[in-house]
């Protein structure tokens, strides 16, 4: 296969600024903090599981949720919190089934424990629900081919990728990632495509992420 078969759209990378802001909404035990995850903005609950995974991009994957550490470190409901931070997030295309999977999570956790033995987090141990609001902004990097693709994956910002392969797909509710998007619509290349679909994000830094993706490519086309 030619990586310099030429696209028939060229590929344009974005990054994102992002901001927080407080939502003056807190929840102070179980049945409370799930009221408020039931009708938050979508913006909350992507911040709340993204959050780590956003600040700490360098260091190792998998990190936990809010929820899950909240409801283990500060009202100790340990087997609750086991239960949402197993929750794979890489299976959900929206936040609506996310948000879903964890009200789903919390009741049944609570239908099966007494509302007389759940604890209240103290004062200034109160869950926060604060918003994620991220603005896209294109950069100068085209590409025009998987060629130009590689060379400008490898020195592109991990903003750029993150908001292709993270939010592109979550926020937007996108069917797959850009990356694999652009290859299989306007390379036609549906093999690679779907190599990097597959990828679980979630097990990488970006750093790692952005040399698995390299590596498909190349591998795929004979590149070494």
Known sequence: MNTLQPAQQPFRFHTRLNLTELTGLRATILPQLLELIKKVPGSCIYHHTHRFLEQHQYLSPEPPND?????SQVIGEEELAERLASIDTVQ???IRSLREQLVATIETYLGERPLAKLKFAGAGEEFHFIKSVSFIIPTAHVANNLEDFVGIL???TIDSIYFHVFEARLRLE????????????TLGHKAVADKIARLDPYAYTMEELRKRIISIIRTDYGKA
């Open 154 to 156: 490898e020195k592109i």
């Open 174 to 185: 996108r069917p797959t990632n850009d990356f694999s998007k652009w290859i299989e619509e």
């Open 92 to 94: 959900f295309s929206t």
């Open 67 to 71: 929820f899950a550490y909240w409801v």
